[in-house]
């Protein structure tokens, strides 16, 4: 019962932010887990974060924490990913996630189309 779209990706040099948002249908927004994934170009498809239906219980992957924050506004059905200090190995499709609490991608039970950010040097 849940539709996702990604937005907010583009073209940004290192060292630059980006923030992604995804937007979420439904009546039931609220008791999803909300994740961020992405996946480069022969590469596996790999966490970056998640938040609980609450919105305070987060985590992220090692690769990111410190850069990259997750936030979530259930009155508005949208999930954020604040992309700060961008490094050219962050290139990927990045994907919004809906499901249970959990960083294995096989568990996730909606994914949104995806959202392309290309780091440049």
């Known amino acids: 019962q849940v539709q996702l779209v990604e937005s907010g990706g583009g073209l940004v040099q290192a060292g630059g932010s980006l923030r992604l948002s995804c937007a979420a249908s439904?009546?039931?927004?609220?008791?999803?887990?909300m994740s961020w994934f992405r996946q480069a170009p022969g590469k596996e498809r790999e966490f970056v974060g998640i938040i609980n239906a609450m919105g305070r219980n987060i985590q992220y992957a090692d690769s990111v924490k410190g850069r990259f924050t997750i936030s979530r506004d259930n009155a508005q059905n949208t999930v954020y990913l604040q992309m700060d200090n961008l490094k050219t190995e962050d290139t990927a499709v990045y994907f919004c996630?809906?499901?249970?609490?959990?960083?294995?991608?096989?568990?996730?039970?909606?994914w949104g189309p995806g959202t392309q950010v290309t780091v440049s040097s």
């Open positions: 996630t809906a499901g249970v609490y959990s960083t294995d991608p096989e568990q996730v039970d909606y």
């Open positions: 439904g009546r039931t927004f609220g008791i999803y887990a």
